[in-house]
Nanobody, 125 residues
């Protein structure tokens, strides 16, 4: 069954803002490290932002290219992950993926990663 569902992508002008959402099942959201990745045409998938402390979400890492412009957040009551994107640039154009990564210490019988279907973000005038 579908575990991660992204929404909020679209077309925006340079300098604009978008907020992405990722709805997750509670069993994943509370136990996995949640984050965002993106993949532009012809490029490898890259880190955008990630919580690195499992369900507590206490530590955050950002990709260098988005620091100071993007903010990752979470609503534990709604099992939803967000990505607020400000000052968008054409180079931010990509498919954005929600990811749940198995944290250290979790039994390896559980899947290593879950991925959403992706949502397209296009920054263009």
């Amino acid at each position: 069954q579908v575990q991660l569902v992204e929404s909020g992508g679209g077309l925006v002008q340079p300098g604009g803002s978008l907020r992405l959402s990722c709805a997750a099942s509670e069993s994943i959201f509370s136990r996995y490290n949640m984050g965002w990745y993106r993949q532009a045409p012809g490029k490898q998938r890259e880190l955008v932002a990630v919580f690195t402390s499992g369900g507590s979400g206490g530590s955050i890492n950002y990709g260098d290219s988005v620091k100071g412009r993007f903010t990752i957040s979470r609503d534990n009551a709604k099992n939803t992950l967000y990505l607020q994107m400000n000052s968008l640039e054409p180079d931010d154009t990509a498919v954005y993926y929600c990811n749940a990564h198995r944290p250290l210490g979790m039994l390896t019988i559980y899947p290593t990663d879950y991925w959403g279907q992706g949502t397209q973000v296009t920054v263009s005038s």
